[in-house]
């Protein structure tokens, strides 16, 4: 690992001037040299006007939300991070973009944690904040980014089903909070030792594959129907104990367990039906 370590260059503008301060003295002694036939001069003024070219060739711009990471003959000097004209000669200098990038990976195919082949794909907000790492640690670290992210995508899409009626396990289509925590988290493992921050990932594709989309549907409408169905009887079967306690405390009617078994037989009736029911009068009384 090597870490980001801070480098402050001098500032550009005052090696502007003194280099056209000497430059202009090295021209002056040319001019002189030459009219006075003085070859001393003449050789002094051609090796400062070339030494004065190759310090000029030391400044660089660093940009808002830019580093420059400076290497002398492959040995890591330092990052300089202080936007402005900035001299460092004899360094070589990488621009390193700090601005916040995002890319939306393919979509892939790939097998959920029930087995069924499903597509998906996500949106990963990333940015680069140790430099050094970026630059030695990995070869191409916005490639790296890429890759990486879809194998994370991948490995996060086969921990969890694609849909699911029950709601303590966690579904790649109902709990799209957790899903995404989880992706920015195993994003982030696979790009911290290349200097990045995940800043957000979230699934912005998923679907069943085409071959067993139609399948796949009529099963999610049955499972939902299902479902439904199950919550309508657990809620049937507590109204009809309400209904009865609330009877028996109230000494509203005393039932036998024949007429308590028509009761509840009756309500669940009138509650789990899809259908409105049609009321029926009693004009009689209980025994007749």
Partial sequence: MIPEKSYEAFSGWAAVFLLLGAAAASVWLLVNGVRSHQPVWIVSASVALGVEALL??????????????????GQYVGTSRAPGLRFAPFYTKRRVSLRVRNFESARLKVNDLDGNPIEIAAVVVWKVVDTAEAIFEVDDYENYVHVQSESAVRNMATSYPYDSHDDSQLSLRGHT????????????????????????????????????????????????????????????????????????RNNVVELDEERKAAMVSNLLVVLCSERSTQPIVNAGTLHH
């Fill in 177 to 248: 909070l957790a899903i995404a925590d989880h992706l920015r988290k195993e994003i982030q493992e696979r790009l911290s030792k290349a200097g990045v921050e995940v800043i957000e990932a979230r699934i912005s594709h998923l679907a069943y594959a085409a071959e067993i989309a139609a399948a796949m549907l009529q099963r999610q409408q049955a499972g939902a129907i299902i479902a439904a169905r199950q919550r309508i009887v657990d809620g049937a079967v507590g109204m009809v104990e309400m209904a009865l306690d609330r009877l028996a």
């Fill in 56 to 73: 000029a060739g030391g400044l660089f711009v660093v940009n808002p939300n830019e580093a420059k990471v400076l290497q002398l003959f």
